[in-house]
């Protein structure tokens, strides 16, 4: 008789991890050679499978076995910035060279890695690339811009969409490649936003080289692979809040994690401001005696009740999820309220300042805090989609309203495309 | 606090849902609207016996079903949904609220079962002329006349005024002011004194009167019950359902809109393929949503006693005021000129959001007093 396959629960999951950590963690080991451990034991992405670098088990035991990493403070394997993204999408679409190649390297935190996907020509839309990467037999070559792109200068590798058919319809002509980002071919400069911050860069692709060997997936399959890339980032987004925040203990292996966040975690040190910090809004209308304008009270109340039914709106849709139930309208929404949150922020912010509104850096109150608030909200409403595709998606996937004629079927070549973005 | 409904609540739900697409068509709607008495008795009868839905919230002694406000607000989303012509906020939720938390035990079980059964219809008078609605703005003396009261005075938009049976009145001892001196007082549609008229309403869907009281006799409800939190405690609860209501009626505007974007060919395609439209809709569905998600949260939380139902009344009635008043001008303008016709129906939910937005106070008016519970609390 066959045994069966048991899947180990809870408690014999939380005694096994308990006593490998037991033997293994030292807090004096460096933070390669500790993740080394854990990439060779499977410890250190456990639902992964066991060949690349996991155990197989089932994600609903990660969060205990991330308890008992946290019960005695040691750490994880990297995982801030564009690298999961990047190990993921080589998981589901890479070959077992390329996850042979990549894997270890993104665990251990000795690679960094950057996406490659935005251009200046394409923003909303990104299937509408004109980087072109093209095949001489044994390697690519690959010219073109791409944008917006996180952490590209510190990056070994990048994840690039580029298209190679200018004859197919656009969603059809791309491919996707890895490229080593520490090659002549490539120029990384920053990119400074209008709040003073360079958290992105443009990368300039100039006869660049990409290998026959790091081509991922069959040609023309890009934009379904980049896909897989965005479903992640996605899904990471809550937890990249978790990962950006280095544990406070003291000894080696601490300071290299912490070294190691505060250069993934940089580009993100605005991001609260671009949310536009509802948190500020009573304590600042209190502190300035502004509560007493009944227009400040006016305001001051909208934008509390519109951040705190967002926060029940969000909570509605996870209670539904967990439940079971079909995904209603909430989830969809979450995205576009937040801006509507970070805008109505800006203005009340604006509101309770005053003439001080017009201050920059520590003349600014909250120690220049009000100023990054009012000049980095524009950014809610872009990135990550504009509330205008997001009112478009909630418009044909929620209320099953009929899309636009597309005019942009056809050949590639034939479409109406940007000028490129001139070199300053 | 829970975020969503249990399966007995959704059943609740399709069961309203269903019986008034049956009972209260837009045909029936436009047929009480016109009519003398405002509402239909045998929809009526419906809603209480079939449903048992004019007792959903009264405690089973009194012949209710015992659930709370939440079932109670699941009623009121589909009442407003329906744009249903029936006496149930007058008499279901103010009337009978204002019984169950003002009322003494024996008065309770006087009047509650008649009003729970359908048999007699009830509202409750607080607002004069200036339309202030805190009850201490009151004015209507109350004179004791050996084992009766007589009332001197009036009372003006009063919901349903014409065709309750009971009126539960709110009147002040002679030389009080502000919160002393207030109580709640019971006059018979019948009483020698009182006169009613109809006032000449925007939503006809919902009546209103003004009711004067010259010597009328009157009975003291509620001697061994404190006023003043009793009946901020109606308040907030009627406050809440009517956001309820009024979430019911927003998305019933958004569902015909976008069901005519769909429709309406221009250009050679439907309108809601178009941005400017598809756009509207997807901020309209947000902040119908939002002030939906504000109506539910706040039921729930009353129904647990939280220490801040006032203020997520107050919360849930401003969202709903702007969300449901949006959601008729844009329905307007989704539908064009036919939306301003009055054969078409989006005019009648126009009309309802208009006066519903200003019932029980408007958003600007909620938001203050959010904001001065909230600043206490900071």
């Known amino acids: 008789m066959n045994t069966p396959h048991i899947t180990p629960d809870d408690t014999t999951v939380r005694a096994e991890v308990r006593a490998w950590l037991a033997a293994h963690w030292q807090i004096d080991r460096s933070l390669v050679e500790w993740r080394q451990l854990l990439v060779d034991s499977g410890w250190g992405m456990p639902h992964w499978p066991r060949e690349w670098h996991g155990r197989g088990l089932p994600i609903a035991l990660l969060p205990a076995i991330e308890a008992e990493f946290e019960a005695i403070g040691a750490v994880g394997v990297a995982r801030a910035g564009i690298r999961l993204l990047a190990a993921a999408t080589l998981l589901e679409h890479g070959t077992d060279d390329h996850r042979r190649r990549f894997l270890p390297r993104i665990l251990t935190g000795e690679d960094t890695w950057c996406q490659l996907f935005s251009e200046p020509g394409s923003g909303s839309d990104l299937a509408g690339g004109t ?54 071919g490539v ?32 040609i023309g399959d890009g934009w379904k692979v980049a896909m897989t890339t965005l479903a992640h980032e996605r899904r990471n987004a809550d937890a990249l809040r978790r990962w950006g925040q280095g544990s406070p203990h003291a000894g080696r292996i601490y300071d290299e994690e912490r070294a190691e966040i505060e250069t993934v975690m940089e580009p993100y040190r605005w991001y609260p401001q671009r949310a536009g910090r509802v948190d500020l809004v009573l304590p600042r209308a209190l502190a300035t ?51 509507h949150v970070a805008r109505a922020c800006a203005e009340v912010h604006a509101l309770i300042s005053g003439a001080d509104a017009m201050l920059a850096g520590a003349d600014s109150p909250e120690n220049g805090i009000i100023a990054e608030i009012l000049l980095s909200v524009p950014a809610t409403s872009i990135a990550g989609g504009t509330d205008e595709i997001q009112r478009n998606i909630i418009g044909e996937r929620v209320l099953d309203l009929p899309r636009e004629p597309r005019t942009d079927a056809g050949p590639f070549r034939d479409i109406p495309r940007n000028p490129p973005r001139p070199r300053s | ?51 048992g ?24 989303e589909e009442l407003g949904r329906a744009l249903t012509c029936a006496p149930f906020f007058a008499s279901a939720v103010l009337a009978t609220t204002a019984l169950i938390e003002l009322a003494d035990e024996a008065e309770q079980q006087a009047l509650l ?80 004194g009182l006169t009613r008229r109809g006032l000449a309403t925007l939503d006809t869907t919902r009546r209103q009167a003004e009711l004067v009281f010259t010597n009328c006799v009157a009975r003291r409800l509620g001697a061994g019950r404190d006023f003043t939190t009793g009946f901020a405690r109606v308040l907030d609860r009627a406050t809440i359902a009517l956001a309820a209501e009024m979430v019911g009626g927003a998305h019933a505007l958004l569902d015909a809109s976008v069901e005519y974007a769909k429709l309406r060919m221009q250009f050679g395609r439907p309108i809601g393929a178009f941005q400017a439209v598809k756009h509207k809709l997807a901020e309209m569905l947000l902040e119908v949503e939002l002030a939906t998600a504000a109506a539910r949260y706040a039921a729930a939380a009353a129904d647990a006693n939280d220490a801040e139902t006032s203020l997520l009344a107050s919360h849930a009635k401003a969202m709903a005021s702007d969300a449901y008043m949006r959601a008729a001008v844009e329905a307007v303008q989704i539908h064009g000129g036919i939306g301003f016709t009055w054969d078409n129906d989006t005019h009648l939910w126009f009309k309802r959001a208009r006066s519903s937005a200003v019932l029980l106070g408007d958003a600007a008016q909620h938001r203050e007093r959010y904001i001065a519970l909230t600043a206490v609390a900071a």
């Open chain 2, 113 to 192: 079962p008649a009003l729970v059964a359908g048999e007699r219809l009830a509202t409750l008078a607080w607002v004069e002329r200036g339309g202030l609605w805190s009850a201490s703005a009151s004015q209507l003396v109350a004179t004791p006349d050996g084992d009766q009261v007589r009332l001197n005075g009036h009372k003006h938009y009063v919901i349903d005024g014409l065709a309750a049976d009971l009126m539960l009145v709110v009147a002040r001892t002679p030389g009080s002011a502000g919160d002393a001196g207030l109580a709640l007082y019971a006059v018979e549609a019948s009483a020698e």
């Open chain 1, 131 to 184: 980087t072109r990467a093209e095949f001489d037999g044994t390697r690519w070559t690959v010219n073109g811009q791409k944008l917006w792109t996180t952490s590209a200068h510190h990056a070994h590798w990048g994840l690039l969409l580029a298209r190679t058919d200018w004859d197919a319809p656009k969603h059809q002509g791309l491919s996707f490649f890895v490229i080593d980002m520490h090659q002549p």
């Open chain 1, 289 to 339: 005696g502004r509560i007493a304008d009944p227009a400040v009270r006016q305001e001051v109340a909208k934008l509390l009740m519109l951040s705190r039914a967002s926060e029940w709106l969000a909570q509605r849709a996870r209670h539904a999820k967990q439940s079971g139930k079909p995904e209603g309208p909430e989830g969809s929404l979450g995205k576009l309220v937040a801006s």
């Open chain 2, 1 to 51: 606090m829970h975020f969503g409904y249990t399966g007995e609540q959704e059943q609740f739900r399709d069961i309203v849902a269903r019986f008034l697409r049956e009972r209260s068509p837009m045909t029936a709607v436009r047929a009480q609207m016109a009519s003398d008495r405002g509402h239909d008795p045998a929809l009526w009868r419906g809603l209480a016996e079939e449903l």
């Open chain 1, 187 to 218: 120029e990384v400069r920053p990119l400074k936003q209008m709040n003073g911050y360079a958290s992105f860069n443009e990368v300039f692709l100039t006869n660049a080289v990409v290998p026959a060997e790091n081509q991922v997936a069959k």
């Open chain 2, 53 to 76: 839905l004019t007792g959903v919230h009264v405690p089973e002694r009194f012949g209710g079903q015992g659930f709370g406000l939440e079932e109670l607000c699941i009623a009121q």
